[in-house]
């Protein structure tokens, strides 16, 4: 995920984060707090602590939670997402979560396999950058949903930022299916649901209308984006339920039905 710029770079969108429609900037009349004091490595220690857990939980590789400066409000939260995702994915595969550098955003997902199989699998990288900064990454974001680019949110950035990338792996589980479907399926949809309503007419204009419902990091220059979709679409019904736009609804099923019919092949459901 990437944070919204004036322009996205030559390369296409990126894996970005997970946005909220809250303001995350600090209240200037809060009362001042007096530094709390910690033992040297004590909050390194703890982090590290929280990551050992989650790979005794779930298996799950960790790397860099220990970092000097990494905020244990980014850690808790990366693992809070991991952990209720799974708990509704169970039979998604995560390599590993790494706190690291992610060039131009907050966090990747990058497609793995596992050792001598071709089953494909998913490690997650969330910046450094931002896990040692979080009054940053709350101003970045808020910034980009006020601009358009993300979706409100019922979650603050991390814990987005992670539902997203994890919406990525749902679409690694299932061989990336989904993604040559994604906008037929759409406007298949849109036709059974709305089109007696342009009998006659041509019905492009009024399906992109309404396909332009879904955040802007689904689309590149004007045109559908969809591996970046699915994840939004993935991420805009996990953390918005009901409120969700119906295209992301849409996409969130295809999804997860591609991630299922993979499951199925391997006897896993």
Do not use: C
């Amino acid at each position: 995920m990437r944070v919204a710029a004036a322009s996205p770079g030559e390369q296409g969108p990126q894996p970005h984060p997970g946005s909220s429609g809250a303001d995350f900037s600090h209240s200037g009349n809060a009362e001042p707090q007096l530094p709390v004091r910690r033992r040297r490595g004590e909050l390194e220690r703890l982090n590290e602590q929280i990551a050992r857990e989650l790979t005794e939980r779930h298996g799950i590789e960790v790397y860099g939670f220990g970092m000097p400066g990494v905020d244990t409000g980014a850690v808790r939260e990366i693992v809070t997402a991991l952990d209720e995702m799974l708990a509704k994915y169970p039979h998604t595969r995560i390599l590993s979560v790494e706190i690291g550098d992610v060039e131009g955003g907050i966090a990747r997902a990058f497609e793995d396999r596992l050792p001598y199989t071709d089953i494909k699998a998913t490690r997650i990288a969330f910046s450094k950058k931002y896990a040692t900064d979080l009054a940053r990454l709350s101003e970045d974001v808020s910034d980009a949903v006020r601009r358009g680019y993300f979706l409100p949110r019922s979650e603050g950035p991390v814990y987005s930022a992670i539902v997203h990338e994890f919406g990525h792996a749902l679409t690694y589980a299932g061989r990336s299916d989904a993604v040559g479907r994604a906008d037929s399926h759409l406007f298949d949809y849109y036709l059974r649901t709305y089109g007696n309503e342009h009998s006659g007419g041509d019905v492009t204009e009024s399906y992109r209308n309404w396909r332009d419902q879904l955040s802007g990091y689904s689309f590149w220059k004007g045109d559908f984006h969809p591996i970046e979709a699915l994840a939004e679409a993935f991420a805009d019904v996990e953390l918005n339920g009901d409120r969700a736009s119906e295209p992301a609804q849409v996409l969130h099923k295809l999804l997860v039905d591609t991630a299922e019919s993979e499951w199925r092949k391997e006897g896993l459901i």
